[in-house]
Structure formats: structure tokens, C-alpha cells
């Protein structure tokens, strides 16, 4: 594929960086593991695929790592500690249209919106005020959760089992006059 020697890890970066999704495919395609490729390769400062394309606003490579089986949507960088969301919250702040489009892709592919960084931050404590659409994104997530209805939010319980509760089904109708 390369004839500068550069690994398929390395080009999955530049790749996801870049927004290249023809070379993407192609990676993909000589790749014996996709989800294993793109959960451990990294570029030299340590940013995955995912990272890049979601502090680059590579929107289409960023979709097209999030769709991959068995990928991890949270990695988390060496450096500050930051996951892709916080990078893409981050990128929001100066680019709001990309910025906030990666933001709702990790969002809704699963991103822990609770995780913090190395400076103690959640995603949502680095979105400028002005990034409402942002804020929106991050807040309805954790509405989500708290209700019990968002990606991160934990499994209901398993159902009673039968004869658990007596009173359980529908009530019994009385005769009326």
C-alpha cells in the first residue's frame, strides 16, 4: 500500500486525519482486524484515529471508525488525558459547525460523557459557553443517563420473575350496578 514504508497504523492516522476515506477503505481492507487496528494504533504523541478525526472535524472518517465492530469510541491520550469527545467539544469552540457534528456522532455512538481528563474536565466543562449546541448535545446525554435512557446509562433491571408479586397484572374488574 505504501511504498514509503509507513505502517497500516500510521496510515490509518493520517488517513482519519485527513478525512480520507478512499485510503480508510483501503486499510480496512488489508487490515486482519479493523476494530484491533484502529483501537491500537496510535500517531507519535499518542491520539488515535478517532482522536484525530474528531479534533479535525473528519467527519466522514470519523463515521466510518464509529461504525466499525467492536471499536473503543472512549480512548483515552497520554498526554492531557483526553478522550475524543473532549477533542471534538474542544474543536467546537473554533470550528462550531464540524466541531458540534463530532461531538453528536461520538455521542451517539456511545461516548462516556462523564469521563474527566488529567485537568479534572469533562467534556462538557471545556465547551465555551457560546458552543450551545454543544452544551445541548452534552446536557440531553446526561438527561439520558439520569433517566436511565442514554448509551452510558446502566441496564434496567431483569424483569420479576413469575408469581414474585401477587398483586402483579391486571387488576380485576368489579361489578358495577
Not at 463515521?63 to 497520554?78: N, R
Not at 443517563?145 to 442514554?150: A, D, E, V
Amino acid at each position: 500500500m505504501s511504498d514509503d514504508g509507513a505502517g497500516l497504523g500510521e496510515i490509518l492516522c493520517e488517513a482519519a486525519r485527513r478525512d480520507n476515506t478512499d485510503l480508510l477503505e483501503e486499510v480496512f481492507g488489508e487490515a486482519d482486524d479493523v476494530a484491533q487496528l484502529i483501537n491500537t494504533s496510535r500517531n507519535p504523541i499518542g491520539l488515535s484515529a478517532i482522536h484525530l478525526a474528531a479534533k479535525y472535524g473528519a467527519l466522514s472518517a470519523l463515521d466510518m471508525l464509529l461504525d466499525q465492530p467492536g471499536v473503543e469510541v472512549d480512548p483515552i491520550e497520554p498526554i492531557e488525558g483526553n478522550t475524543p469527545l473532549h477533542l471534538a467539544v474542544d474543536a467546537a469552540n473554533t470550528n462550531p459547525e464540524e466541531g458540534t457534528a463530532a461531538v453528536e456522532l461520538l455521542v451517539q455512538a456511545g461516548s462516556n460523557i462523564r469521563i474527566k481528563n488529567k485537568h479534572a474536565q469533562k467534556p462538557i466543562d471545556i465547551a465555551y459557553p457560546t458552543s450551545e449546541g454543544v452544551r445541548k448535545i452534552l446536557q440531553d446525554a446526561e438527561m439520558a443517563i439520569l433517566l436511565g435512557s442514554g448509551p452510558s446509562a446502566p441496564p434496567p433491571p431483569p424483569p420479576a420473575a413469575e408469581g414474585d408479586d401477587e398483586d402483579a397484572g391486571t387488576p380485576s374488574e368489579s361489578e358495577s350496578d
